[in-house]
Protein backbone atom coordinates (compact mmCIF):
# COMPACT_ATOMS: atom_id res chain seq x y z
CA UNK A 1 0.00 0.00 0.00
CA UNK A 2 2.98 2.15 0.95
CA UNK A 3 4.38 1.95 -2.68
CA UNK A 4 0.63 3.29 -4.33
CA UNK A 5 1.27 6.19 -2.07
CA UNK A 6 4.65 7.19 -3.41
CA UNK A 7 3.38 6.82 -6.91
CA UNK A 8 0.41 8.68 -6.66
CA UNK A 9 1.12 11.69 -4.59
CA UNK A 10 2.04 14.08 -6.87
CA UNK A 11 -1.06 12.81 -9.33
CA UNK A 12 -3.45 13.36 -5.91
CA UNK A 13 -2.05 16.90 -4.73
CA UNK A 14 -2.38 17.64 -8.59
CA UNK A 15 -5.91 17.18 -8.59
CA UNK A 16 -6.81 19.89 -6.28
CA UNK A 17 -5.52 22.76 -8.21
CA UNK A 18 -7.00 21.06 -11.35
CA UNK A 19 -9.83 20.64 -9.87
CA UNK A 20 -10.09 24.87 -8.87
CA UNK A 21 -9.25 25.71 -12.47
CA UNK A 22 -12.36 23.78 -13.82
CA UNK A 23 -15.06 24.99 -11.83
CA UNK A 24 -13.38 28.13 -10.33
CA UNK A 25 -14.19 30.61 -13.34
CA UNK A 26 -17.74 29.30 -13.44
CA UNK A 27 -18.51 29.46 -10.17
CA UNK A 28 -17.25 33.34 -9.76
CA UNK A 29 -19.41 33.84 -13.06
CA UNK A 30 -22.65 32.81 -11.31
CA UNK A 31 -22.18 34.03 -7.71
CA UNK A 32 -20.81 37.29 -9.87
CA UNK A 33 -24.61 37.40 -11.88
CA UNK A 34 -26.46 36.31 -8.96
CA UNK A 35 -24.88 39.45 -6.98
CA UNK A 36 -25.09 41.94 -10.18
CA UNK A 37 -28.27 43.99 -9.27
CA UNK A 38 -28.47 44.81 -12.63
CA UNK A 39 -29.35 41.37 -13.65
CA UNK A 40 -32.48 41.98 -11.96
CA UNK A 41 -35.72 43.53 -13.51
CA UNK A 42 -37.47 45.68 -11.76
CA UNK A 43 -41.58 45.77 -12.42
CA UNK A 44 -42.90 49.28 -12.17
CA UNK A 45 -46.95 50.04 -11.10
CA UNK A 46 -49.19 50.60 -13.79
CA UNK A 47 -50.32 54.53 -13.67
CA UNK A 48 -53.19 53.50 -11.99
CA UNK A 49 -51.02 52.10 -9.00
CA UNK A 50 -50.52 48.69 -9.38
CA UNK A 51 -47.95 46.27 -10.19
CA UNK A 52 -49.00 42.53 -11.36
CA UNK A 53 -46.20 40.30 -9.96
CA UNK A 54 -46.14 36.74 -9.25
CA UNK A 55 -50.31 36.22 -10.64
CA UNK A 56 -51.49 38.78 -7.94
CA UNK A 57 -52.00 42.55 -8.14
CA UNK A 58 -49.69 44.91 -5.41
CA UNK A 59 -50.24 48.37 -4.35
CA UNK A 60 -48.45 50.92 -2.12
CA UNK A 61 -50.66 52.52 -0.07
CA UNK A 62 -48.25 54.27 1.98
CA UNK A 63 -44.47 54.92 3.32
CA UNK A 64 -44.67 56.83 6.44
CA UNK A 65 -42.29 57.52 9.99
CA UNK A 66 -44.29 56.41 12.89
CA UNK A 67 -44.08 55.97 16.42
CA UNK A 68 -47.00 53.95 16.89
CA UNK A 69 -44.62 50.32 17.68
CA UNK A 70 -45.16 48.94 20.92
CA UNK A 71 -43.72 46.66 23.30
CA UNK A 72 -44.98 43.44 24.45
CA UNK A 73 -46.14 44.87 27.64
CA UNK A 74 -48.24 48.00 25.43
CA UNK A 75 -45.88 50.81 26.26
CA UNK A 76 -44.30 52.89 23.42
CA UNK A 77 -41.09 51.09 22.05
CA UNK A 78 -38.47 53.99 21.65
CA UNK A 79 -35.92 53.41 18.82
CA UNK A 80 -32.34 54.13 19.74
CA UNK A 81 -31.42 58.06 18.98
CA UNK A 82 -30.69 58.81 15.57
CA UNK A 83 -32.99 56.03 14.12
CA UNK A 84 -36.33 56.41 12.38
CA UNK A 85 -39.01 53.93 12.29
CA UNK A 86 -40.81 53.68 8.82
CA UNK A 87 -44.07 51.56 7.99
CA UNK A 88 -45.04 50.49 4.94
CA UNK A 89 -48.48 49.40 3.92
CA UNK A 90 -49.12 47.47 0.70
CA UNK A 91 -52.70 46.30 -0.37
CA UNK A 92 -52.58 42.38 -1.94
CA UNK A 93 -55.22 41.33 -4.41
CA UNK A 94 -54.62 37.54 -4.71
CA UNK A 95 -56.66 34.57 -4.78
CA UNK A 96 -55.27 33.25 -1.45
CA UNK A 97 -53.42 34.78 1.51
CA UNK A 98 -50.54 32.77 1.07
CA UNK A 99 -50.42 33.71 -2.80
CA UNK A 100 -47.25 35.33 -2.19
CA UNK A 101 -45.91 33.31 0.72
CA UNK A 102 -42.10 33.71 0.90
CA UNK A 103 -42.37 37.26 -0.31
CA UNK A 104 -39.95 40.10 1.00
CA UNK A 105 -40.50 43.84 1.32
CA UNK A 106 -37.27 45.14 1.25
CA UNK A 107 -37.30 49.71 1.84
CA UNK A 108 -34.60 51.29 -0.67
CA UNK A 109 -33.10 54.89 0.11
CA UNK A 110 -31.94 57.70 -1.77
CA UNK A 111 -28.54 56.40 -1.41
CA UNK A 112 -29.39 52.91 -3.32
CA UNK A 113 -28.85 50.98 0.43
CA UNK A 114 -31.68 48.40 1.00
CA UNK A 115 -33.26 47.85 4.42
CA UNK A 116 -34.82 45.16 5.42
CA UNK A 117 -38.18 44.16 7.49
CA UNK A 118 -37.80 42.77 10.85
CA UNK A 119 -34.11 44.48 11.67
CA UNK A 120 -32.75 43.66 15.12
CA UNK A 121 -33.41 47.02 16.54
CA UNK A 122 -36.98 46.58 16.86
CA UNK A 123 -36.40 43.50 19.10
CA UNK A 124 -39.26 43.64 21.78
CA UNK A 125 -41.47 45.40 19.50
CA UNK A 126 -45.13 43.42 19.10
CA UNK A 127 -44.89 44.21 15.05
CA UNK A 128 -47.02 42.13 12.80
CA UNK A 129 -44.39 39.18 10.87
CA UNK A 130 -42.89 40.90 7.79
CA UNK A 131 -43.77 39.74 4.40
CA UNK A 132 -46.81 39.34 1.73
CA UNK A 133 -49.18 37.48 4.00
CA UNK A 134 -51.87 39.32 6.27
CA UNK A 135 -51.87 38.28 10.06
CA UNK A 136 -55.77 36.79 9.61
CA UNK A 137 -55.27 34.05 7.62
CA UNK A 138 -58.97 34.00 6.48
CA UNK A 139 -58.44 37.60 5.26
CA UNK A 140 -60.87 38.51 2.23
CA UNK A 141 -59.05 39.83 -0.53
CA UNK A 142 -58.07 42.64 -1.33
CA UNK A 143 -55.91 42.81 2.05
CA UNK A 144 -53.36 44.54 3.76
CA UNK A 145 -50.10 44.13 4.86
CA UNK A 146 -47.59 46.65 6.94
CA UNK A 147 -43.94 46.41 7.62
CA UNK A 148 -41.38 47.93 9.15
CA UNK A 149 -38.49 49.45 8.78
CA UNK A 150 -35.91 50.87 10.51
CA UNK A 151 -33.35 54.09 8.41
CA UNK A 152 -31.11 56.37 10.41
CA UNK A 153 -32.73 59.74 10.59
CA UNK A 154 -30.54 61.35 7.66
CA UNK A 155 -31.86 58.42 5.04
CA UNK A 156 -35.06 58.85 3.70
CA UNK A 157 -37.17 55.97 1.69
CA UNK A 158 -36.87 56.18 -2.28
CA UNK A 159 -38.25 52.91 -3.34
CA UNK A 160 -40.60 49.90 -1.90
CA UNK A 161 -39.20 46.71 -3.50
CA UNK A 162 -41.35 43.55 -3.14
CA UNK A 163 -39.68 40.17 -3.93
CA UNK A 164 -39.71 36.63 -4.06
CA UNK A 165 -36.98 34.16 -4.79
CA UNK A 166 -39.08 32.07 -7.15
CA UNK A 167 -39.83 35.20 -9.21
CA UNK A 168 -36.06 36.24 -9.58
CA UNK A 169 -35.09 38.06 -11.13
CA UNK A 170 -37.88 40.19 -11.32
CA UNK A 171 -39.37 41.97 -8.62
CA UNK A 172 -41.76 44.80 -8.34
CA UNK A 173 -40.52 48.51 -7.63
CA UNK A 174 -42.64 51.60 -6.35
CA UNK A 175 -41.44 55.00 -6.02
CA UNK A 176 -41.80 55.95 -2.38
CA UNK A 177 -42.11 59.75 -3.21
CA UNK A 178 -39.66 61.76 -0.79
Known amino acids: MRGWWRRNLWGLL ?3 P ?17 NNIETY ?58 ALAGCAVKLEDKEGRIYGSDPSEVDGARLPYPGCMPEDDEAPPPFQVVNYFVMPESASPAAVRVTR ?14
Do not use: H
Open 165 to 178: SSETPRYVRFSAGG
Open 18 to 34: LFALAIGPSAKEGIDRL
Open 14 to 16: AVV
Open 41 to 98: RPIAASADGWADFAGVRIKLVEVTPTTDAKTFGGDPFVLPDGLTLWRVTLTIEAPSTK
